[in-house]
């Protein structure tokens, strides 16, 4: 049934550091475009950041540019997210999402129709 598995989340204080991954589960997403949202307690599901199938583009939201880095390893297909100098408004669910290549990356959750079921990012004050 779900076919992304996210893990790395945790609880880290304000300015650390986490590094999530997301792995295949019953198949491979070798050729597809991958991205990272966040959902906090409240509020709407968010585009984080995106990857192209060959990680030849990517995208970011503006709040974390400079400081998250998207990246995957096509050999083995996990995608990860390094999250720098977290804050605590960034506490929220992390879920990793797929869709079929094409030359674009996008933020568009419709887009993906393919998701794990998140893990648990925690910032402290």
């Known amino acids: 049934q779900v076919q992304l598995v996210e893990s790395g989340g945790g609880l880290v204080q304000a300015g650390g550091s986490l590094r999530l991954s997301c792995a295949a589960s019953?198949?491979?997403?070798?050729?597809?475009?991958m991205a990272w949202f966040r959902q906090a307690p409240g509020k709407e599901r968010e585009f984080v950041a995106a990857?192209?199938?060959?990680?030849?583009?990517?995208l970011y939201t503006d709040s974390v540019k400079g400081r998250f880095i998207i990246s995957r390893d096509n050999a083995k297909n996990p995608v990860y997210l390094q999250m720098n100098s977290l804050q605590p408004e960034e506490t929220a669910v992390y879920y990793c999402?797929?869709?079929?290549?094409?030359?674009?990356?996008?933020?568009?959750?419709?887009?993906?129709?393919?998701w794990g079921q998140g893990t648990q990012v925690t910032v402290s004050s």
């Open positions: 999402a797929a869709k079929w290549a094409n030359e674009y990356v996008t933020g568009r959750e419709n887009e993906y129709a393919y």
């Open positions: 019953r198949r491979t997403f070798t050729s597809y475009n």
């Open positions: 990857i192209s199938w060959n990680a030849g583009r990517k």
